[in-house]
């Protein structure tokens, strides 16, 4: 089977314990890695910068075209204490262009802003099955640019199945 993932690769700081780590994240990266586990093609829909590290997705044969940006990957810093958890936004790359989908079908889960409205109006009309993880389109930034979430208006029609 063939899936089309749309997301952005994204480079997450994390603080636990006042340990800091830097690792890959995003839902196309954890995806994308975990569709090909189960035998799936990946067609990667993403952008990233040249401070992202390809290899995750080349080593696992993860299929990204016209994925490299000018500007840096999408960022954030994660802070753990205990139970609180903050998610800041840090950086972010160029938004997803649209490309012509050849899958069976398509999970749309952008993690900040990659996707517009109307290629996500594209994206559904390309595809024979649609998922979509919609925490992308709820986000937003506040002046101190926590990550937020925010009541959105979304277009589910031509959705077969969404994550809540």
């Known amino acids: 089977m063939k899936l089309a993932l749309f997301s952005h690769c994204a480079i997450d700081t994390i603080t636990l314990d006042n340990e800091t780590h830097e690792q890959i994240g995003g839902a196309a990266c954890y995806g994308g890695l975990t569709a090909?586990?189960?035998k799936f093609d990946v067609s990667?829909?993403?952008?990233f910068g040249e401070d992202f590290p390809k290899q995750y997705l080349t080593q696992n044969k993860i299929d990204f075209e016209n994925a490299l940006s000018?500007?840096?990957t999408t960022r954030f810093a994660i802070n753990i204490t205990g139970s609180d958890r903050t998610l800041k936004l840090l950086n972010e790359c160029d938004p997803i262009e649209y490309a012509t989908i050849n899958a069976d079908g398509s999970l749309i889960?952008?993690?900040f802003h990659e996707i517009s409205s109307d290629l996500f109006s594209k994206i559904k009309k390309d595809s024979s099955?649609?998922?979509v993880d919609?925490?992308?389109f709820l986000r937003r930034v506040d002046s101190d640019k926590n990550v937020i979430l925010e009541n959105t208006e979304l277009d589910?029609?031509?959705v077969n199945a969404i994550k809540v």
């Not at 990667?44 to 952008?47: A, V």
């Open 109 to 111: 889960t952008p993690i």
């Open 44 to 47: 990667l829909y993403t952008k």
């Open 134 to 136: 919609p925490q992308g």
């Open 156 to 158: 589910l029609t031509g």
């Open 129 to 131: 099955f649609t998922l």
């Open 36 to 38: 090909r586990a189960l």
């Open 70 to 72: 000018e500007k840096l």
